[in-house]
C-alpha cells in the first residue's frame, strides 16, 4: 500500500492539466490568396485545382472550402486513426501537385496551418503604440513575436490580425498619365523594372575574388518620389508626376481593434491534440524575454487566456472530490460511531485515489474535468467495499469474537461479495470502451479511471482492511455505551424496526409489488422515450465568439463604423472585461460584409451569469444596432466543427446545380424560421452581393488592337492592389502595390478616367475604356461554399428554449419533407449534431451491452441464469429516478447524463447483490426456507446497503450541487446518480426480497420439472 501511495504522489506532479482529454480530429486548414480575385474566379482558378488534389488523400473525411474576394480557405478533416504529422506530409503533397495549375501570379503558393478553425484562440495579444505607427507595430509583430511564438511545440498558428503589414502605395492619377501619352501598363513596367534585386555574379582572379553588386533596389521612399518614368518634350516625368506614393498597408481592406482602439492582434492557436496548458504556458515563459528586445514605445497586452477558467474548473472539481471524501468518511463515522474503524474504511478512498494517480501517466491520461470526474464519482464507489468488509468484521467482533477471529470471519464471509461488487461494477463500464467516435475517445479515460479506482479499492478491502481491523482493539459485547453510541443505535434500531414491519407487509403483497416493479420498468422506458434529449452541455470557459453580418453590399468604412459601435455596446455590460475585433477578408473572416469579435468575461464571482446568459443579454443590448447582425456563441473547451459557425449547430445542403441550390436554401430557410424548436437560424448563403461585370465588345477591341489581357491587366492595376514590386531587406520583405487614386475606387464613374494603350489610336495612342466596353450591375456570390468539391450551403441553428437538440433535428428533417426537397439534393448534419446522432443511435444498444454483460459476469459469479435476473431487477428504479432528477433540475438527458445512467447500473445492483449473496449462503448453509432466508438478509444487511447508498449519494451531491466554473459539465452526471440512487433505494429494498422469492419458486419448479422428466425418461429406457 505505500508503493501505490508514494507512486501516486511523485506521479500527481507530473500529470498534465487541460479542460477535456485530447480527443481532437487531426484538421489542416490551407489558404491561398490573390488580391483583386472575385469569389468566381478563386473559386475555379485556385480552390478547384486545389480541392482536386486534396479530395484524394487516403484518411480524409471532410473537405469544405470557402472562396470568396481574394481569398480560397479549405480546410481538411481527418480520421482520428490519423496522425497529424502524416496528414501534413499527405497535404504538402498535393499542394506540390497542385502548383502547376494555379494562376502564374499568385502573390505566394499557398500555405497551410495544422489548426481546427472552429478552435477559438488559446491566447489573444494585442500589440499597440500611442507614437508609431500600426505599420511599424505590425512589422515588430510579425518578425518579433509571432515568428518566435509559431516555433513553441503545441503552437499551430500565430495569425496577425490587423492588415498593417508596411508596403509601398503608388496611386495613379489616369488622366495625367493619359495627358503624358503614358498608359497604366506602361507604369506598372517601370516600376518593376526599376526595383530589382537579381544575382550578378562574380570576379574571380589569379589572387582574389569579389563580388558583384548594384544599386538596383530601390528601398526609400524619396527614391521612389523622383523615379524618372518617361520624357516629354525633353523634360522629364517623374512618378509624382503622376501619382502619389507613401508608406502604407499592403491591404487597406483590414482593421483590427483591442477593445476601442486600432491595434494588431495575435491571436495564437494550437494544433489538434496539444495541450491548451502547456502551450498557453510557454507562450507566457516566451513573453517577457521577447517584451525586453521591443522598443519602449510598444504595449503588448493578453487580451484573453484560456487557461484562467481551465484552472478554475480545475480547481472547482478538486474542492468538489475533497468535499466528497470529507462528505463519505463522515457518512461511515454516522454509523459505525467508532473512530478507529471510521479510519480504517476512509483510507480506501486516498489510498484508491492516489493510487490511481500512479496509474494515470502509464495510461497516458492528465488531470481533466473528466478524469476528475471519474474519481470525485470514485469516492462514494471506492469506499463501498471498505464498509462492506468493515461492517461485517465489526459485527463478528460486537457478537464476542477476538478481533483476530473477527477479521477472518468476516473476511471469509464477505470476500466473494467484494469480488462481486468489483467485477460486476466494471463490467458496467466496458461499454463506455465501444463508444464510437469522439465520444467514445472522450469517455475512454473516464471510465480507465474509474475503474483502476475501484481495482485498488478492492485489493485495499481485501488486504489491508482485514489487517488492520485484526489489529484494533474495539468495543466487545457488553462494554459500555457512550451517549452517541446509545443515539445512534437507538435511530438504527428505530428505523430497523420500522423495516421490517414494511418488509412483512410488502411479503404478503408479493403481487401488487411485482406489478409496482413492472409498472417502474413500463414508466422508465417511457419517459427514456420522451425527455428532452441533447448532446453535450455547454460550457462556460469564460469567452465568447461572436460573426457579425451587415448587408452584403456594405462597404468597408461602413463596416467598420458598425463594428465599433458593436464594441462600445458590448464593452458596456458588466460581464465584460475586454475583446478584440477584426474586419476584412482574410483566412478566418470570409467576407467584406463580416467581421469578429472574440469577447473575454469577467471572472465568475464578478459576474454570477452563465456565459450563455450574457450572449442573450448582449443579444438584447445590440438588437437596436441597425444594419448589422451580431451571433454570438460561448466558446467550448471541445470542438467537433470544422468552422466557426453563427449558431451552435450546423446543417448542410449539397447540390451539384448551384442555381437550384441557392433556391431551394431560401424556401429552406423560410420553413425553418417558423419552426418553434429552432432559433437563430441563419445560413452562409450570400449571393446578393454588388458585382460589375464589363462586357468587351471583342470587334471594337479588335480595331483598335486591344486585347482582352490588356484590359484584364488595366482593371488590375487600377481596384486589385496588384503586387507590382518587392523590395527585399535583411529582415523583411516590403510590397509595391499600384492602384488608382482611392478617390476613382468608390464609384462606377471613374471607369470612364481608364484608357487603353492602341496602336492605331489617333488620340495620343490611347482609347477610352468606355469605347470598348459597357457596364451590368447585378447580384453576384460574396462567397462560394463547397464541401467534398460540389457546392453547399451551410444553416445554422439554436435550440429553442423548451426545446431539445432532438425535436430540433426533427422538426428539420419535417421541414425538408414538406417543402418537398427534390431528390438530387445531398443533406447531412454536421459536427456535434452528427456526432449526436451517432451517440443517440447507440445509446439503448449501449445499456443493453451494459446490462448482458453485466447478466454474464453475475451467471458465472453466481453459477445461475435466475439470480442475475433479480440483482438486474434493482435498474428500472434506478433510470426512472435518474430521468426525474434531470428533468426536475430542468436538463435533458445528455452525454453526460447518459454516462450517469451506465454507472448506475453498476452501482445499485449492490444492494440487491448483498442481499441475494446473503439469503443464498443462509439457504444453503443454514437451511432456511426462502422467505425466511431473504427476510433475514434484508435485515442483516440493511446497515451495510444503507452506508454504501448513502456514501455514493454524497459522493455525487457536490457535483450536482457545485456552481462556478465547469459545473455545467458535471452537473447532469451528479443529478442522475443522486437521484438514481435515491429512488433505487427506496424501492429495491422492498422490490428485491419479492423478486428473488418469485424466482426461487421458478427455479424449484424448473427444477421439478427436470427432475420429472428424468424420472420418466428413466422408466422408459427400463
Known sequence: MAVFLIAGCAAYSFLPLSALP??????????????????????????????????????????????????????????????????????????????????????????????????????????????????????????????????????????VNGGNRRAVRIRFDPRSLAAHR???????????????????????????????????????????????????????VRLTDVATVEFGPENTKLAAWANRTRAIILDIRRQPGANVVEVTESVKALLPGLESTLPAAIDIAILSDRTTTIRASIANVQFELALAVILVVLIIYLFLRNLSATIIAGMSVPLSIVGTFAAMPLLGFGLDNLSLMALTISTGFVVDDAIVMTENIIRHRENGSSPLQAALKGSQEIGFTI?????????????????????????????????????????????????????????????????????????????????????????????????????TLAVTVALYVVIPKGFFPVQDTGMIQAITEAPQSVSLEAMARLQTELADRILSDPAVESLSSFIGVDGINATRNSGRFLINLRSWSERRLSAADVVRRLQRDTADVAGVRLSMQPVQDMTIDAGVSRAQYSFILQSADPGELNGWTARLMQELERAPELSNVASDLQQAGLAVDLIIDRTAASRFGIAPATVDNMLYDAFGQRIVSTIYTQSNQYRVILEVDPNLQSALESLSTLYLPSSVSTSNGQ??????????????????????????????????????????????????????????????????????????????????????????????LYESFIHPITILSTLPSAGLGALLTLLALGKGLDIIGFIGIILLIGIVKKNAIMIVDFALNAQRSGGLPAQ??????????????????????????????????????????????????????????????????????????????????????????E
Not at 504538402?92 to 499557398?110: G, K, T
Not at 533596389?217 to 520624357?231: F, M, V
Not at 464510437?436 to 473516464?446: K, S, Y
Not at 451517432?838 to 451494459?850: G, V, W
Open 22 to 159: 485530447n480527443v481532437d480530429y487531426p484538421t489542416i486548414q490551407v489558404q491561398a490568396f490573390l488580391p483583386g480575385a472575385s469569389p468566381e474566379m478563386m473559386t475555379s482558378t485556385v480552390t478547384t485545382p486545389l480541392e482536386r488534389q486534396l479530395g484524394q488523400m487516403p484518411g480524409l473525411i471532410q473537405m469544405a472550402s470557402t472562396s470568396s474576394a481574394g481569398a480560397s480557405v479549405i480546410t481538411l478533416q481527418f480520421g482520428l486513426n490519423l496522425s497529424l504529422d502524416v496528414a501534413e506530409q499527405e497535404v504538402q503533397a498535393a499542394i506540390n501537385a497542385a502548383s502547376n495549375l494555379l494562376p502564374p501570379d499568385l502573390p505566394s503558393p499557398p500555405t497551410y496551418a495544422k489548426i481546427n478553425p472552429a478552435d477559438a484562440p488559446i491566447m489573444t495579444l494585442a500589440i499597440t503604440s500611442s507614437t508609431l505607427a500600426l505599420t511599424e507595430v505590425e512589422e515588430i509583430a510579425e518578425t518579433r513575436l509571432a515568428q518566435k511564438i509559431s516555433q513553441l511545440p503545441g503552437v499551430g498558428l500565430v495569425s
Open 182 to 236: 503614358l498608359g497604366i501598363d506602361d507604369l506598372r513596367a517601370i516600376i518593376g523594372n526599376a526595383n530589382v534585386n537579381a544575382p550578378k555574379g562574380s570576379f574571380d582572379g589569379p589572387a582574389q575574388a569579389s563580388t558583384i553588386n548594384a544599386n538596383d533596389q530601390i528601398t526609400n521612399l524619396e527614391d521612389y518620389k523622383g523615379l524618372i518614368i518617361a520624357y516629354r518634350a525633353g523634360r522629364p
Open 419 to 519: 469480488i462481486t461488487l468489483t467485477i460486476s461494477l466494471i463490467a458496467a463500464l466496458i461499454p463506455l470502451l465501444f463508444m464510437a467516435d469522439v465520444v467514445g475517445r472522450l469517455f475512454h479515460e473516464f471510465a480507465i479511471t474509474l475503474a483502476a479506482a475501484l481495482v485498488i479499492s478492492a485489493i485495499v478491502s481485501l488486504t489491508l482492511v482485514p489487517m488492520l481491523c485484526a489489529r484494533s482493539r474495539w468495543r466487545r459485547a457488553g462494554a459500555a455505551f457512550s451517549r452517541l453510541d446509545q443515539l445512534g443505535d437507538g435511530l438504527f434500531d428505530k428505523m430497523k424496526v420500522s423495516y421490517r414491519k414494511a418488509l412483512q407487509f410488502t411479503l404478503r403483497r408479493q403481487p401488487h409489488t411485482l406489478t409496482v416493479a413492472v409498472i
Open 767 to 860: 482609347v477610352p475604356l468606355s469605347e470598348i466596353v459597357h457596364v451590368v450591375q447585378r447580384h453576384g456570390p460574396l462567397s462560394i461554399m463547397h464541401l467534398g468539391q460540389f457546392p453547399a450551403t451551410t444553416i445554422f441553428f439554436d435550440v429553442a428554449p423548451g426545446a431539445s437538440l432532438a425535436s430540433a433535428v426533427r422538426a428539420i428533417e419535417r421541414a425538408e419533407k414538406e417543402i418537398g426537397l427534390p431528390v438530387s439534393f445531398t443533406t447531412s448534419f454536421q459536427g456535434a449534431v452528427a456526432a449526436f446522432r451517432a451517440s443517440a443511435s447507440k445509446e439503448l444498444l449501449l445499456i443493453a451491452a451494459a446490462i448482458v454483460t453485466m447478466y454474464i459476469v453475475l451467471g458465472v
Open 932 to 1021: 425466511e432466508a431473504v427476510f433475514q438478509a434484508c435485515l442483516l444487511r440493511l446497515r451495510p446497503i444503507l452506508m454504501t447508498t448513502l456514501a455514493a449519494i454524497f459522493g455525487a451531491l457536490p457535483m450536482m450541487l457545485g456552481t462556478g466554473v465547469g459545473s455545467e459539465l458535471r452537473q447532469p452526471l451528479g443529478a442522475a446518480i443522486v437521484g438514481g440512487l435515491i429512488l433505487s433505494q427506496a424501492m429495491t429494498l422492498f422490490t428485491t426480497p419479492v423478486i428473488y422469492l418469485y424466482f426461487d419458486r421458478l427455479g424449484a419448479r424448473l427444477a421439478g420439472w427436470k427432475a420429472a422428466s428424468a424420472l420418466a425418461a428413466g422408466e422408459s429406457e
